[in-house]
């Protein structure tokens, strides 16, 4: 398969997860689609890897997975704060960074 | 998954596979009647009563071996309720998610080397995977998602408790449970299930006696990844009615049933793959075995008996365990899971390697 | 041909999944969409021949990350209320159209620009073995690293979700 | 390999004790005994192959710490006999004292950060000993500074410690500072700071010019200011008094044996520059003249039973700095090693003393000890015979060198001498007056503690009995040739640090009396009277205090009033130093602290800060605090920047 193929689907699987990031009000789903665009991220890897023939890409796949289960951890346990703290875990309720 | 090219031609390969799939398929929808059976008349012979022995035709009453028949027939034709409030897309989504990784799982088992059809090698594992056991641990973690769903979807507080519950436990255990095979793979320096039984085709090589530990954690492991006495806490009767599926009837119902039986056969036939030496009979090597029989079919025959009846030793376990161990205590399953398999698992991934390291 | 065959299947569901992730209403739902999308994604893994990476990414992802996810939404167990979204107003939709258009401009600019040409990308040989070689040569020091990170994550998060005394 | 055994096994103690703070007394103990008394085992064989004839230093470097330009510092460590006797008396007396801290600190809750304190200034002095380069023995010298200061405030809740302990840090800090300049100096000149090649430098030099000699002076009396501070000579030796407050195992240990002889180790590690500046060295002489006589007088009538240790140590430190002035590095190193041994006697036998008295120091209230502490009044009377130079002790040997050189001083060696000897006399009185009021006459105590009142722990005695033996017999490595000849024995210790101490080639000339001979008549003459005199004033100090405080002293002591008070307030030394120092720096900062900084610094910086809150208050208005706005922003920013690139 071209290699462009993939690249494309990882543009799409990105895009769905900017989009995400950008219009979800629910903070659960901005997190999910934060691990979209990690997985769009280790598609490049993945198919970089295979296409140069340089296993790198695979070892750059295992961090990014590692980083992306630290996120998700330490993100939902916030989720649970917020959730116990404030009842609610709309985002536009959170405007703490207006000082 | 990594599908090995084999040097077998297209259409033979396929017609191959196919066959193997369906063998597959129709063993594992062989395995819960025949559980059926067992679950009621072994827990029978302990208690000294008689047990189901009234189901037959004529005369015939075979033990009441056709009882798990009319179990079957029972649980198909049985009407099917689907409660209000329930999420309908995965309430019926949720026995899929719990029977399909169990077939997945057994699609990537070896029953044994080869057998010879017309001049043609054919492997007996349906799915070839070189991560061997890496996508039995995957696809034994996908388990989860059809308790969580299922229990998710039926809008109860018992299914939601039963699900968080079973999940957490299977989660928790899935851990030890890599972690005991770790050792396996250092041992026999392959992730390749098939490579690992060739590895023990010598009596002293079974990974019983090079990884003793190994085959305890993961014993353990075992029975609490297919949520089973004495870790059946998910599904605790005087506890959650019967925890996740309580709502579940008829077809579904069975599904789940498929789904728990064929995931305990399937470890069973792991257990007897990885620390049994597989095909292997305990002091006749496979050489000689064809010498014997003069035949690599009928030996692969033989191996394809032996392992059964090593993984049906597992299963009569399963059930002998429940009826002697009582159940444990949800702070106590975890502790066990964390803070002694766990450390255990991973001094024994230590240890192994610092032997093997030494060139022991 | 039936290489064609498999990727454009499993890019198909994928793009359906993705989409599917950021779009429907019931987190579970979404949760779902993405365990799919993942697993499709092993596939695509494996189907280049990253077997290994394929397998950790089940493991890891579908097996934990988005079990943990599914978790959360089970315990917080958000009311109809919660889910709904407020009506899109007009400026996010002008946003949505320009970064569609925005990342279809770069996407289009970034393969034009690639030199590679069509050249078919092979399957990669078995190779979990080297990828273990240049995993704890090359990468030690990352790897090592990359554990203490996890280590803090774990402490962290439950730092954060325990209840308050 | 060994020395890398040597420095990291104290270490390795410290780090225990002070991370790990094990509760149990016994197992800090232990850990802390380990740590030095290992490092000494491995030290000896160290030793032992500088031993053999000829035997060459070597240097070991374990990696390279500061590079810039041509500036190349190694950590890098040097083994030759010098350091190789410095090494045996640091690790040595320490595990010795080591032993006996644990009985001293028994009566303490936990001794784990006292113990991890005492290994890490047995480490910082191996460093400072085995540095290499100037830098390496600066950390070394500040780590020991760090340690003293620490543990002069050990018990830092009790108030006049813990200032006692600050007041040590900022008096060294004088001295340091000086250090440094030298250290500056010396790079600036010779573009190097290890010791090896400033000495090949150096004996390369056939004569010498102007500029290097001023320079050299320079640096040696930068370098000296540095020796003060940590020698405690004068005027720098204020902190030591106080630093009495410390534990006193402390005070044997650093205030005593060890740390205050840094200075004098490094003068004689730097040996090749004193002898190309001797205009320096005049001074070096010259200050530790005085201060041996000056803080013998103080002795003289101090009550304080550490108080009189440490004029005495002053005092002998005096005698140290004098011998280096003369030339005679190698008898201020015999010296050292001698007053190392029996300094830290007295120390531990007065601690003794304190710990039987339950922690009180006046000797006035002591008295007729001699019943009670049997032990210790058998070490302690020979370590103050050993002091005050009675023939045949160490002390007799290694004084009467520093005297002798001193006086065969061309020019002013005889005032020198005159100096010396005088210091010797009030030795002799003040040491025996301090036996006498300690451990003859009647006791003075209350009825109390003369009750409680019994010889000390073995874990405390048996150091002081290996230290007593030192006392008696280490002299015997120096005896002076004249002497040695008439015994048949030959002076050990001279010969053996010759290869490392001489005198470089352009100062020849000027050194060349160190190689006169004089007429051995003189010679048993002046060590004769030099005997005569001290042991004169000892038996008139026996006779007047050998029962205590009697009416006759006190009417003396009234009879002589301002000259006692003089002595007794120390010069008023310290109140001198404050009325002149102290207080104007207090106002000063004072000024510093209320106009300066509170009004003109605080006072812009609050200016400034308002006027940005006030503008960014007027900018503000388009932060809304919604995440996904600033998502927006970003990303749209972000894409517009890309492609402005590809574009």
């Known amino acids: 398969m071209p290699i462009e193929y993939y690249f494309s689907l990882a543009l799409v699987m990105f895009l769905c997860g900017v989009c995400g990031v950008l219009f979800r009000r629910n903070i659960l789903f901005v997190l999910m689609s934060i691990e979209l665009m990690l997985n769009a991220v280790n598609l490049v890897f993945v198919s970089g890897s295979t296409f140069l023939k340089n296993l790198d890409g695979q070892i750059m796949v295992f961090f990014v997975i590692t980083v992306a289960a630290c996120e998700a951890a330490v993100g939902l346990a916030m989720v649970i704060a917020l959730f116990r703290r404030y009842g609610t875990i709309k985002s536009e309720f959170f405007r703490i960074l207006r000082g | 998954m990594g599908l090995t090219s084999s040097e077998l031609p297209f259409i033979v390969d396929l017609i191959a596979t196919l066959s193997k799939i369906v063998v597959v398929f129709l063993i594992g929808l062989n395995v819960p009647p025949i559980m059926l059976w067992v679950e009621r008349r072994v827990p029978a012979l302990m208690q000294r009563r008689r047990g189901p022995n009234r189901v037959g035709f004529f005369k015939w009453r075979l033990w009441g071996l056709f009882q798990a028949v009319a179990d079957a027939i ?45 001049g043609y090698q054919i492997s007996l594992v349906a799915v070839q995977v070189n991560v061997g056991f890496l996508f039995i641990l995957a696809m ?28 957490a436990q299977m989660i928790s255990y899935e851990i030890p449970l890599g972690l005991s095979l770790i050792p396996i793979a250092l041992v026999y320096n392959s992730l390749d299930l098939t490579e690992i039984v060739k590895g023990q085709s010598h009596f002293w090589q079974w990974g019983i006696f090079l990884s003793p530990l190994s085959f305890i954690i993961f014993l353990v492991c075992m029975f609490a990844e297919t949520n089973r006495t004495p870790f059946d806490l998910a599904e605790a009767e005087s506890e959650l009615v019967v925890g996740f599926h309580t709502e579940y009837g008829s077809t579904k119902f069975a599904a ?56 049906a030793f597992f299963m009569f376990l399963y059930v002998w365990v429940r009826w002697t161990v009582p159940r444990f205590r949800y702070d106590q399953l975890m502790k066990l899971g964390w803070k002694f398999l766990l450390p255990l698992g991973l001094a024994n991934i230590a240890v192994t390697a610092g032997i093997l390291a030494l060139n022991f | 041909m039936s290489d064609q065959l498999v990727f454009w299947g499993l890019a198909g569901f994928i793009t359906l999944s993705s989409v599917a992730v950021v779009t429907v209403r019931n987190p579970v739902t979404a949760a779902v969409a993405l365990v799919i999308n993942l697993f499709l994604l092993a596939g695509v893994y494996a189907f280049q021949g990253a077997d290994f990476v394929a397998a950790i990414q089940i493991i890891v992802y579908t097996g934990a990350i988005v079990v943990l996810f599914l978790f959360v939404i089970m315990i917080l167990n958000l009311d109809p209320e919660h889910l709904r979204s407020p009506r899109p107003r007009i400026w996010e939709h002008l946003v949505l159209g320009v970064v569609i258009a925005g990342f279809a401009y770069i996407g289009y600019r970034f393969l034009d620009s690639l030199d590679v040409g069509k050249v078919a990308s092979n399957r990669l040989p078995d190779n979990t073995y080297d990828v273990a070689m240049i995993l704890f040569s090359n990468y030690l020091w990352p790897f090592e690293i990359v554990s203490i990170l996890i280590l803090l994550a774990i402490v962290g998060s439950v730092a954060i979700a325990k209840k308050p005394k | 390999m060994l020395i890398w055994l040597v420095l990291l096994f104290p270490l390795v103690g410290a780090v225990w004790n002070g991370l790990l703070l094990p509760r149990h007394k016994l197992l800090s103990h232990s850990i802390a005994v380990a740590g030095v008394g290992l490092s000494f085992l491995a030290a000896l064989p160290l030793f032992v192959s500088l031993l053999g004839e000829g035997a060459a230093g070597s240097v070991h470097l374990a990696f390279s710490w500061i590079q810039a330009g041509d500036l190349d510092i190694g950590m890098e460590f040097v083994v030759d006999r010098l350091s190789g006797v410095m090494l045996l008396i640091v690790t040595g007396i320490g595990s010795l004292i080591h032993i006996y801290a644990g009985g001293y600190m028994n009566e303490e809750k936990t001794t784990a950060r006292f113990f991890s304190y005492l290994n890490l200034f047995i480490f910082m002095m191996l460093l400072l000993v085995l540095g290499n380069n100037m830098l390496v023995m600066f950390i070394g010298w500040e780590g020991v500074g760090l340690c003293s200061y620490l543990l002069i405030g050990y018990w830092y809740t009790h108030k006049p410690n813990a200032v006692a302990g600050m007041k040590a840090f900022v008096v060294n800090r004088i001295g340091d500072f000086g250090f440094l300049i030298g250290i500056f100096l010396t790079y600036k000149m010779f573009g190097t700071l290890s010791f090896s090649q400033l000495h090949e430098v150096l004996a390369g030099q056939e004569s010498l010019s102007p500029a290097l000699t001023s320079g050299l002076t320079a640096i040696g009396i ?5 020796a003060c501070g940590k020698s405690a000579q004068l005027p720098l030796y204020v902190w030591l008094p106080d630093a009495m407050a410390g534990p006193t195992p402390v005070s044997a240990l ?16 730097l040996h090749f520059i004193y002898y190309l500046a001797p205009s320096a060295l005049m001074l070096v002489a010259f200050v530790g003249g005085a201060t041996a006589l000056f803080a013998a007088t103080i002795a003289l009538v101090q009550n304080d039973i550490k108080k009189v240790l440490a004029y005495s140590t002053v005092s002998q430190l005096g005698y140290m700095v004098l011998a280096c002035g003369v030339g005679a590095f190698d008898a201020g190193v015999f010296h050292l090693l001698t007053h190392a041994c029996f300094k830290a006697l007295l120390f531990l036998g007065a601690g003794s003393v304190i710990v039987a008295l339950h922690h009180k120091q ?38 009467d060198e520093i005297l002798w050189r001193a006086f065969s001083f061309p020019g002013v060696g005889w005032v020198l001498w005159l100096m010396g000897l005088f210091a010797a006399m009030c030795t002799a009185f003040y040491m025996v007056r301090l036996l006498c009021l300690t451990f003859y006459g009647k006791n003075r105590s209350d009825e109390h503690t003369r009750h409680h009142l019994h010889e000390t722990s073995s874990v405390m005695w048996a150091p002081l009995v290996v230290l007593a033996f030192l006392s008696i017999f280490i002299g015997y490595l120096g005896i002076p040739p004249f002497l040695a000849e008439a015994f048949h024995g030959s002076n050990l210790f001279s010969p053996f640090l010759s290869s490392v101490i001489q005198v470089p080639p352009a100062g020849e000339v000027y050194w060349s009396f160190l190689h006169e001979h004089h007429s051995e008549a003189l010679e048993w003459s002046l060590m004769g009277a030099s005997t005569l005199l001290a042991l004169g004033s000892a038996s008139f100090a026996f006779i007047l205090y050998r029962n205590g405080p009697t009416p006759f002293l006190q009417e003396r002591k009234e009879a002589f009033a301002s000259v006692y008070r003089t002595l007794y307030n120390k010069y008023w030394v310290d109140e001198l130093y404050d009325r002149i120092i102290v207080r104007p720096l207090k106002e000063m900062s004072e000024f510093l602290w209320r106009v300066v900084d509170l009004g003109i610094i605080n006072g812009g910086l609050n200016v400034l800060g308002q006027s940005l809150m006030f503008l960014s208050g007027v900018t503000s208005f388009q932060m809304t605090g919604s995440l996904h706005r600033y998502a927006v922003v970003f990303i749209l920013g972000l894409m517009g920047l890309v492609v402005l690139v590809i574009v």
């Open chain 2, 74 to 118: 029972k649980l198909i034709f049985k009407e099917e309720a689907v409660p209000a409030m329930a999420n309908k897309w995965f309430f019926h989504l949720g026995p899929v998610f719990s029977v399909f990784p169990a077939f997945l799982v057994l699609s990537a088992m070896p029953f044994g080397e080869y057998i010879e059809v017309m």
């Open chain 4, 254 to 269: 650093i205030h005593a044996a060890t740390m205050v002889t840094a200075g004098i180790y490094m003068m004689t590690r």
């Open chain 2, 140 to 167: 034994a973690g996908m388990a989860i998602y059809g308790v969580a769903l299922s229990g998710w979807a039926s809008t109860s507080k018992y299914t939601l408790l039963g699900a968080l519950r079973a999940s």
């Open chain 4, 222 to 226: 930068c370098l000296f200011i540095g």
């Open chain 4, 362 to 399: 006046d000797m006035q209230e002591m008295g007729g000890l001699k019943k009670y502490l049997p032990i210790t009044h058998a070490v302690f009377l020979v370590a103050v015979l050993a002091i005050i130079g009675f023939p045949g002790l160490s002390g007799f040997f290694s004084k």
């Open chain 2, 256 to 311: 789940f049933f498929l789904g728990e039986y064929v995931s305990m056969f399937a470890l069973s036939l792991l257990c007897s793959i990885l620390f049994f030496g597989g095909w292997h009979l305990p002091l006749l090597s496979r050489e000689n075995l064809i010498n014997l029989t003069g035949s690599v079919n009928l030996a692969a025959l033989v191996g394809v008996g032996v392992l059964f009846l090593k993984a």
